[in-house]
């Protein structure tokens, strides 16, 4: 019998919990259950009940074939640096994002050289998206030649071009539109006043249109109290919802806006409570294993002039992974030397002796990187991912 290298056992409070970190299983054992996996392991099929469930879910193998294939699901893809708005702490918008953008051509061979991925999720970003006025064309293109389960749009919601909207309705699977504040007579935390109505506009053309619309605020110190205010305005507007939370490294401009502990545990018990959504954290609905976040390996990001890179967060020229202009997917992931990025939790400083590390990942190392300037660090964010792991465990397992 063959272990997966990714099967993980970990004792969390106590309970003995076998993790599969490639495909995210997790499941509990009990002492009797325990000295069955553990003769399994030697070839005897005490359980054939276990025995079927380790073998279905990869845990074990009767074969060594545990090879890891490049199993990449969800690509971010930005088709310009442009944008007529200025936001606080955007990271679309310093020195790594003012490349020239691409034709419709070069946009056209770039969708052709991500076929052999399969995606199942392209989120098309920037920069402003609809300031391109081929988005509608872009857009058909990745349908016609991706066929992604889920072709999300990210805009602020503030250029109001109809007949482009119009024309992309029918290839937009979740139009996600940017929120700063929650009402009209609310100051602007990160960008300018005066947006709100021009948005609300936005998504009731949008909503018109048969555009499924989802709403994305930022979530920072300032905002934080309100968070329950976005969910109730997208219940009044019948959209979905989810949150990125504001990430930056604190400079005079910003620092009144950075996220502290105390704020970092309202989120996690506003997400326990209520299953909320937010982008680029290791928390789910229900228990996940993981050894990382997955960038570069689940997750990859392509910039304005076609380069790779692992993920929508590191985007320097230290984690290029290559052009798509030059090559197709595959073959630059395949073939790429550049792992600057591909660390586990079993060497990030300070993760290691986590009894989550496998159900948290240990974070987004882009989140690492850019508040610490080390890939290997903790994430920052962890006191929110230990506050919900924590809560989540003693509920498992006083229930
Ligand atoms: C970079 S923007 C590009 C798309 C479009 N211009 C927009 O604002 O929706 C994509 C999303 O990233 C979020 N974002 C930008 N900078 C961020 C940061 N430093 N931390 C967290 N989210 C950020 C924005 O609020 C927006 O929801
Ligand atoms: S609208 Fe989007 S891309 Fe433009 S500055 Fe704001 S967050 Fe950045
Ligand atoms: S980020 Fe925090 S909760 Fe997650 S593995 Fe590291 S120490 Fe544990």
Not at 55 to 61: A, D, P, V
Not at 174 to 188: H, Q
Not at 251 to 271: G, H, R, T
């Amino acid at each position: 019998m063959f272990k997966n290298p990714s099967t993980k056992f970990s004792k969390i409070k106590g309970a003995k919990i076998l993790i599969n970190t490639e495909n995210a299983a997790v499941v509990g054992l009990d002492d009797k259950t325990y000295s069955e996996y553990l003769e399994i392991l030697q070839d005897k099929k005490v359980n054939r009940e276990l025995y079927d469930f380790l073998t279905e879910n990869g845990f074990i193998s009767t074969f060594n074939n545990f090879n890891k294939n490049t199993d990449v699901k969800t690509a971010y893809f930005h088709i310009t640096d442009r944008c007529n708005l200025k936001c606080r702490g955007c990271y679309s918008a310093d020195e790594r994002c003012d490349k020239n953008e691409l034709p419709l051509k070069d946009i056209k061979k770039i969708i052709f050289n991500l076929k052999p991925l399969n995606l199942e999720t392209i989120i098309i970003s920037g920069g402003e998206p609809m300031i391109r006025k081929d988005l509608d064309k872009i857009l058909r293109t990745i349908k016609a030649e991706l066929n992604p389960e889920n072709l999300i749009v990210i805009t602020n919601g503030t250029i109001h071009d109809y007949d482009l909207l119009k024309n992309m309705a029918e290839y937009v699977d979740i139009l996600s539109v940017s929120l700063d504040t929650y009402k009209k007579d609310c100051e602007a935390f990160l960008r300018e006043d005066g947006i709100f109505e021009r948005i609300m506009e936005f998504i009731e053309k949008a909503k018109d249109l048969n555009i499924n619309v989802s709403i994305l605020p930022t979530i920072n110190h300032k905002n934080v109290d309100f968070i329950n205010e976005y969910t109730k305005l997208s219940k009044k507007l019948n959209t979905n919802i989810s949150f990125s939370l504001f990430t930056v490294r604190p400079d005079k401009n910003n620092k009144d806006f950075v996220l502290n502990v105390d704020d970092l545990k309202k989120v996690a018990d506003y997400y326990r409570v209520n299953e909320i959504e937010v982008s680029d954290v290791p928390l789910n609905n229900s228990l996940e294993g993981k050894c990382n976040c997955g960038s570069g390996e689940h997750l990859i990001s392509v910039g304005t002039d076609g380069s790779l890179y692992p993920c929508h967060m590191l985007m320097e020229d230290k984690f290029k992974i290559g052009n798509l202009l030059e090559g197709d997917a595959l073959n630059l992931l395949t073939n790429n030397m550049n792992r600057e990025y591909g660390v586990t939790v079993d060497s990030m400083d300070n993760c290691q002796k986590c009894e989550f590390k496998y159900l948290c990942g240990g974070g987004c190392r882009a989140r690492a990187y850019l508040i610490t300037d080390k890939i290997t660090n903790r994430d920052p964010f962890c006191p929110m991912y230990y506050n919900f792991f924590d809560e989540v465990m003693n509920n498992l397992i006083e229930g």
